[in-house]
């Protein structure tokens, strides 16, 4: 039996603390306004509301972003401590890990779409494999006209005004909604992998600028 504790502070709507069991949670707690003096009491009183020792825990999973700066750095600062001082893994999954979690597409080259205040966040796939991030402030005329031409698939979260202009310009998309089950079973699924990450060099997935993770190829050059 594994037990994982799942940390998410990138969106002051999202930000929750969860217990699960496997694939399956046993119980969370919503935490709008964490911080970094209250975090560590939300987990102690949710841990033993369900009467888990710490030390039990198999591995805990943290949201890495993007999202919301000091979320984020409170987050993934507190998943490390816990992870050092326990001796446990640590596993991090990105906002775009967990919205593609489970889903298909028929087009190799996918583009994921997330939103925290007032920035965009885009993530494009091609065959699986992660190509670039960007951040723009809004769907503008040029984007579309490169969405029009390029024809990616489209994930976009469902609850973005975004998902209007998309369909003002008959652009084909996927919506889906970013919650604690999908983050929960990509968590678990990377931990039975061993998709580890070292509490040493992880840091939260801030995007301001353009920052290439592969060369990018001629089919998605659409930003």
Known sequence: MSLILNIQTFDREHNCIIISKENDIIDKFDCYEANSENIHNIIATLLKKNNINIKS???????IG?????GLRIGVSSAKGLCYGLGIPIIAVSVFEAMIWDENFESPNVLIISKSAKDIYIA?????KLIEYKNLREFDSNFIEKLRKNKPAILIERKLDEIKKLKENNIPFKSTKTDENKMTKCVYNMFEKGEFSSIYTLSP???????PTLK????????
């Open 216 to 223: 990018k190829n001629n089919l998605m050059n659409i930003l």
């Open 57 to 63: 825990l198999s591995a805990i999973g943290i949201c």
């Open 66 to 70: 993007p999202g919301s700066f000091t």
């Open 205 to 211: 997935l801030y995007i301001r600028d353009f920052k």
């Open 124 to 128: 494009i796939y091609n065959r699986n």
